[in-house]
């Protein structure tokens, strides 16, 4: 599959930082019908050496890193995994949170059931924690700010649901009116700072949601 729609916000010698567009894996599903996705897409189009750092879900777009060789893997997953990266996401969530900013801490496990759904278990979910703020607000939905400490699969979007303002477009977790609210998960990877693995240079990248 060629590059055509995905924009390269950065590359050097030792990391990749993509735009990754809406409806696309960042790596291979388990079928052969989900091959398709960021990290092979860049290894048959110039950039064999990519390695996948970290994911964004299928529907969420944004800003994602690959680095170019093990050593910068090596030391971007580090990064990763000792939270020294910083993140945050653009999102539109249904209603109008009460308050203009907060905190989510709930715990949170895969739900085998209702898979690939995620669901908060205070027994045996693993802790994860969000902050949000609301930036805009509109007559039947809010624009937030969402920043994970955490790293949780789906985090964000069961965390918004547990507080009752689901993300519109979501198909796991929004009800019918914040589903039918947008064509497209409104969830967008908007910010990475991160220090680069080879000069210790801390560097920020931004980009706009596309809602």
């Known amino acids: 599959?060629?590059?055509?729609?995905?924009?390269?916000?950065?590359?050097?010698?030792?990391?990749?930082?993509?735009?990754?567009?809406?409806?696309?894996?960042?790596?291979?599903?388990?079928?052969?019908?989900?091959?398709?996705?960021?990290?092979?897409?860049?290894?048959?189009?110039?950039?064999?050496?990519?390695?996948?750092?970290?994911?964004?879900?299928?529907?969420?777009?944004?800003?994602?890193?690959l680095a170019r060789d093990p050593d910068s893997h090596r030391e971007l997953s580090r990064?990763?995994?000792?939270?020294?990266?910083?993140?945050?996401?653009?999102?539109?969530?249904?209603?109008?949170?009460?308050?203009d900013s907060g905190r989510i801490e709930l715990p949170l496990r895969y739900d085998p059931p209702t898979k690939p759904r995620h669901v908060v278990d205070h027994e045996l979910g693993k802790h994860a924690l969000t902050f949000w703020r609301v930036v805009e607000r509109h007559?039947?939905?809010?624009?937030?700010?969402?920043?994970?400490?955490?790293?949780?699969?789906h985090q964000l979007r069961v965390h918004m649901l547990a507080i009752g303002h689901p993300l519109l477009g979501d198909r796991l977790y929004a009800h019918d009116q914040a589903l039918h609210a947008h064509e497209r998960l409104c969830l967008h990877a908007s910010m990475l700072t991160l220090t680069h693995p080879r000069t210790g240079e801390r560097l920020r990248f931004e980009s706009p949601a596309p809602f």
């Not at 000792?82 to 949170?97: H, I, N, Q, V």
Request: proline share 6%; glycine share 4%; aromatic share 4%.
């Open 1 to 65: 599959m060629p590059l055509s729609n995905i924009q390269i916000l950065h590359q050097d010698d030792a990391l990749l930082v993509i735009d990754k567009p809406t409806l696309l894996l960042s790596v291979p599903g388990r079928a052969e019908d989900n091959r398709d996705c960021l990290v092979t897409r860049l290894q048959q189009n110039g950039y064999p050496e990519a390695l996948i750092v970290h994911r964004l879900d299928w529907e969420t777009s944004g800003v994602i890193v």
């Open 79 to 99: 990064q990763f995994h000792d939270r020294e990266t910083e993140k945050a996401y653009t999102a539109l969530c249904w209603g109008s949170p009460a308050q």
């Open 139 to 153: 007559a039947q939905h809010s624009r937030v700010e969402l920043t994970p400490i955490t790293g949780r699969s």
